[in-house]
């Protein structure tokens, strides 16, 4: 199930994340990740990275220097998630404006739900 594929190589806790930090910056060290996601662990970090990498959805590269420079960026194929990920960010803002709205509207979109 194409679904199933997509969910499996970009779903978890963090991978979507660090796909949208990709996206919003372009090119980030890994520090700079980790400072954009606080409450990812190092280890996690590092992980889900070459998760992503083995996938073909970011390009890791190290540079020549001392102390070693590595930087990642979203290959062509990552780039082309673009669109998920801002549905994923579009849907998830009318979530929390959908749990923080007084109880009529609540109501109201749980109705439009119902007549589906």
Known sequence: CPVEITQEIIGG?????????LLESGC?????LKR?????????????L???E????VIRTIYPEVPPRVEY??????????PVIDSLMKWG????????????????????AEVC
Do not use: C, N
């Not at 954009?36 to 889900?48: D, E, Y």
């Open 50 to 52: 070459r998760s992503l």
């Open 73 to 82: 960026r979203l290959t062509v194929l990552g780039k082309t998630l673009q």
């Open 28 to 32: 980030l060290r890994f520090s700079e």
């Open 13 to 21: 806790k963090w991978k979507g994340v660090i796909l949208y930090k």
């Open 93 to 112: 803002l009318l979530y929390e404006e959908t749990k923080s709205a007084p109880v009529s509207k609540k109501a109201a979109v749980q109705h439009e």
């Open 54 to 57: 083995e996938d073909g959805l």
């Open 36 to 48: 954009r996601m606080p409450r990812i662990t190092q280890r996690m970090l590092t992980l889900q």
